[in-house]
């Protein structure tokens, strides 16, 4: 069977990824760009979501995608009216970045999202996360998708310690590139993105009594083993 060790702490794949999309299909969040493999959607949507709570972005979402179903739409339209329907959502020099994003698709790419990783990085607004994200939702590569959510969930499961620089790490992006389940990653991926949201949170403790994976967590493990402690030892 296929595991990963990490000081000594082993978690084997085939058994945590089957839990993990299990958990998935029963908790997933169908925000509407999960509900497309459309790669101009989901560009859309993720360069949204940059620092910006889903709940925030779904009706402007909405909005915008009636307003600019494609991006020979999007590239028609001027910057003052994407201000319009954007400003909302705060961190207006994301706006121009879509503009010129879309003016850089229609003129350079035949108003098509391109595939590759390396010319994706190159558009305005797109970072490796976003790129990640395109490839794995829109075109099922198994990419891992490396933010602060993703990041605190290795390292709890592995007990690493994780700080504002983990998500450049290269052992980070080493372990969840691991994790991916190779034949299902998009479905993989949102699995692990709702785990972070709903489970094992940053603004209050971990749920790990309701964590599908919790029993190869060494995080979860070490809360189990001091729970013990303090019941064989109380006061």
């Given amino acids: 069977m296929q595991t990963l060790t990490v000081k ?22 169908p925000f509407p760009w999960r509900l497309t493999n459309d790669p101009y959607r989901i560009l859309m949507a993720e360069v949204m979501l940059h620092r910006t709570q889903a709940r925030q972005v779904v009706p402007i979402y909405g909005r915008f995608i009636a307003k600019y179903p494609d991006i020979d739409a999007l590239g028609c339209t001027a910057r003052a009216d994407l201000h319009e329907v954007l400003y909302s959502l705060g961190l207006r020099w994301r706006i121009d970045l879509i503009h010129t994003m879309a003016q850089v698709l229609v003129q350079h790419h035949h108003g098509q999202i391109p595939q590759d990783k390396d010319v994706l990085l190159s558009l305005p607004g ?15 590569f198994p990419e891992a998708l490396i933010d ?10 592995f007990g690493l310690e994780v700080k504002d620089s983990s998500r450049r790490n290269r052992t980070f992006r080493e372990l969840l590139t691991a994790l991916v389940d190779q034949s299902d990653p998009r479905a993989f991926n949102y699995a692990l993105l709702d785990l972070a949201d709903e489970i094992c949170t940053k603004r209050r403790p971990p749920q790990c009594d309701r964590c599908p994976v919790a029993v190869w967590c060494r995080s979860a493990c070490q809360g189990r083993a001091a729970q013990d402690t303090m019941s064989c030892h109380p006061g």
Avoid: D, I
């Fill in 8 to 29: 000594g702490h082993l978690v084997q794949l085939p058994v945590f990824r089957a839990a993990l999309l299990a958990w998935g299909r029963e908790n997933f969040r």
């Fill in 148 to 157: 602060t959510n993703t990041v605190r969930v290795a390292g709890r499961l």
């Fill in 126 to 140: 797109v970072s490796e996360y976003v790129a990640s994200a395109v490839r794995c939702f829109a075109w099922g």
